[in-house]
């Protein structure tokens, strides 16, 4: 009779750690999954902002070389800055694409050893 309380009581604290634990698992694989959306998003928009950026440089360009503003060193110096901000934006897209490719890889990875071992089983 002793046995069989202790078990039931065993049991029950097991089954209350497993549900916990399988929420837990739960809601952190959701939240993981709702950050690499906001990152992702993230990284469109700062390519849209380069991309404007990159246009207004471009305009900047346009208009320096008009006769008007000819060696304005004040133009000059916008679209230094101007390349000098695409320039930052394409390093921050660069390093951050790399870091992606890397998660994705390194996934990949266990995905891929995953299967072999259920293979070989």
Not at 10 to 21: A, K, T
Not at 46 to 61: F, P, R
Not at 113 to 120: F, Y
Request: zero cysteines; charged letters at 20%; a negative charge.
């Amino acid at each position: 009779m002793m046995l069989i309380t202790s078990l039931s009581i065993v049991l029950g604290i097991s089954l209350i750690m497993n549900i916990f634990l399988i929420w837990y698992a739960f809601n952190s694989i959701k939240q993981i999954h709702y950050d690499q959306v906001q990152i992702n998003g993230l990284i469109t928009e700062l390519e849209e902002l380069q991309d404007m950026i990159g246009v207004y440089v471009g305009h900047l360009h346009s208009v320096g070389e008009l006769e008007m503003f000819y060696g304005d060193e004040t133009l000059r110096e916008l679209m230094r800055h101007g390349q000098t901000v695409v320039d930052a934006f394409r390093d921050y897209q660069n390093s951050y694409s790399s870091l992606l490719e890397q998660k994705e890889d390194t996934g990949d990875d266990e995905t891929e050893d995953n299967q072999t071992t259920q293979n070989i089983d």
